[in-house]
């Protein structure tokens, strides 16, 4: 996005439940480490104000992010700043424990609301407006766990709810209970696994679509990360960006850099766009730490793609030419050396 110009932002419906938000949000995650550093909660605060004043109003965070749950702290503070009226705020549960071999989830309904009580607190606020089951707990039926959430929401201490990684098993079972109004899943030019059976499934039951890792883990962010991924980075044992599939996908990032100089911006844009041309009922939630990417996120939305265009973007990215699995689960176990604590260092299960 051209300095001096400003974008007008979008607003859609989050599914039919009557969620409305930005048309991108903005994922939190990312300023209580995992692919970087921490960033000081006073830089953290200055990129969620930032974000708000150009539009977006749909920010999104975990109790599991961060240290001692500080994004949650974060972004309470940040909002402090801000027209509670006018975010649209979610947060997750489910991630009890994350060990060097295992990552455990919890789903009671004592669990549950325990989880939505202590958010309410780290977060200053009354009530969430999106609340997700972050993982899904296969010990305790998703029926126990939604009717839980439906108490929270009869309470009014959340508005709206959603899932995180689901299958169509779970998803049918818990909308029987309580209309989910979100999916947040992995989704981008890359990652495409859930458009078979999972984005069908929501668009017959009315539910919207959060996806995650929209730019691909940063990957069609722009030549500094597919030349040099830094060491310190989750990224850095992420098998796509890694040995000879890294160098395979380096031909992928190609096609979408010259596409994107014919639509007249730049990668993570037209990646970005390539999302959001999947329909009305997709809303991104990229993160950044920085101003400059913030506001190239945002100029994703003026990005004007035709059916063919779509067409072009996706045949440029084939699945079976994509190099290496996008969540291997012995990822958490490799990533392990690079944690501090058990908290922060999950990003190959986080939104």
């Known amino acids: 996005m051209a300095e001096g110009q400003k974008v007008e932002m979008p607003r859609v419906k989050l599914g039919s439940q009557g969620l409305e938000v930005s048309r991108l949000g903005y994922g939190c995650m990312g300023l209580s480490g995992v692919y970087n550093a921490p960033v ?3 830089h953290g605060i200055s990129i969620i104000k930032d974000a708000f004043s ?18 949650e702290i974060l972004v309470g503070k940040a909002l402090k700043q801000l027209p509670r009226e006018k975010v649209q705020l979610a947060t997750k549960f489910g991630v009890f424990k994350i060990e060097p071999t295992q990552v455990t989830v919890k789903g009671t309904p004592e ?3 325990s989880c939505c009580e202590g958010s309410l607190r780290r977060l200053g606020v009354e009530y969430i407006d999106l609340y997700y089951i972050h993982r899904i707990d296969t ?3 998703i029926e126990e766990t939604m009717g839980e959430l439906k108490k929270l929401v009869e309470e009014g201490k959340i508005k709206y709810i959603g899932l995180s990684e689901a299958n169509t098993d779970t998803i049918r079972r818990a909308h029987a209970v309580h209309p989910i109004t979100a999916l947040q899943m992995e989704y981008s ?4 696994e859930i458009e ?11 539910i919207g679509i959060v996806p995650y890792s929209p730019i691909g883990r940063g990957f069609f962010g722009g030549r500094g990360i597919v030349e040099s991924v830094p060491a310190n980075s989750q990224l850095a044992i992420h098998p796509r960006f890694t040995g000879t599939n890294f160098e395979q996908n380096k031909i992928i990032y190609a096609r979408i850099e010259a596409l994107a100089k014919k639509h007249g911006c730049i990668p993570a844009q037209l990646a970005l766009a390539w999302v959001h041309h999947q329909g009305d009922d997709m809303v991104p939630i ?4 920085k101003i400059k990417n913030l506001d190239d996120n945002i100029g994703s939305v003026r990005v004007k793609l035709t059916k063919d265009d779509v067409k072009e973007i996706t045949d440029a990215v084939p699945a ?20 501090t604590t058990p908290l922060p260092k999950d990003s190959w299960l986080s939104a």
């Open 40 to 42: 000081p909660e006073e």
């Open 54 to 71: 150009k539009g977006i109003t749909f920010f999104d965070t975990s109790d599991i992010y961060g240290i001692d749950r500080a994004n």
């Open 111 to 113: 669990y549950a609301r």
């Open 139 to 141: 010990t305790v039926p």
């Open 189 to 192: 030019l890359w990652s495409r």
């Open 196 to 206: 078979e059976e999972i984005i069908p499934l929501c668009r017959e039951l009315g």
């Open 286 to 289: 990229p993160g950044t730490t």
């Open 320 to 339: 079976n030419q994509v190099a290496g699995a996008s969540k291997p689960g012995n990822l958490l176990k490799a990533s392990w050396r690079f944690a």
